[in-house]
């Protein structure tokens, strides 16, 4: 695994009631392009999302690529990293919301098939794109320097595609 990371609140009180999510998201590197999921508003993100009931890893995974992006998964290859965002926000009765967001390093076959969009995710115009590094990470920063509204997931996006690019500079 090669990072580990807590975004946000470090510390909460014992008394607090905390709302937690699991995530599992795809890294699906080719070439020299990475398959990300781009929305409305001109940001990335990785594709994958929340854990259902019973389902593991790789099935989230599976799932999630699929809708999010029309592509099949190859292989699930090794888990890359965990990054947990903690924040006092509302959620179900309680005042920290907490995602745990899993990072696996994974291959699609080359066909692409439909995307089959929750409600929310079209509204965001949720569409699949392969781009550079480079580029990804230069939109998503401009959006988090330019922007006081931006969707939750830039600041942790932009994390975790600025690991990957040291991660291969390194290898």
């Known amino acids: 695994m090669y990072f580990n990371k807590v975004l946000g609140m470090k510390e909460f009180g014992k008394?607090?009631?905390v709302?937690?999510?699991v995530a599992i998201r795809a890294i699906i590197l080719q070439g020299d392009k990475i398959l990300m999921v781009k929305s409305n508003?001109?940001?990335f993100k990785f594709p994958g999302g929340g854990v259902e009931k019973g389902e593991t890893p790789e099935e989230t995974l599976r799932r999630e690529v699929q809708?999010?992006?029309?592509y099949i998964l190859?292989?699930?290859?090794?888990k890359f990293g965990v990054l947990i965002e903690r924040d006092r926000r509302r959620r179900m009765g309680c005042t920290i919301f907490e995602m745990t967001s899993h990072y696996y390093l994974c291959s699609v076959i080359e066909e692409r098939g439909e995307q089959h969009l929750?409600?929310?995710e079209e509204e965001l115009g949720f569409t699949p794109i392969w781009?550079?590094?480079d580029e990804v990470i230069r939109e998503n920063e401009n959006i988090l320097n330019q922007r006081e509204k931006i969707n939750p997931w830039v600041k942790r996006e932009t994390f975790v595609l600025k690991k990957i690019k040291e991660y291969l500079n390194e290898n």
């Open 74 to 78: 190859n292989e699930v290859k090794e």
């Open 118 to 120: 929750d409600k929310y």
């Open 131 to 133: 781009i550079s590094l």
């Open 67 to 70: 809708e999010e992006t029309g």
């Open 41 to 43: 508003t001109g940001d």
């Open 15 to 17: 008394d607090e009631k």
């Open 19 to 21: 709302f937690y999510r």
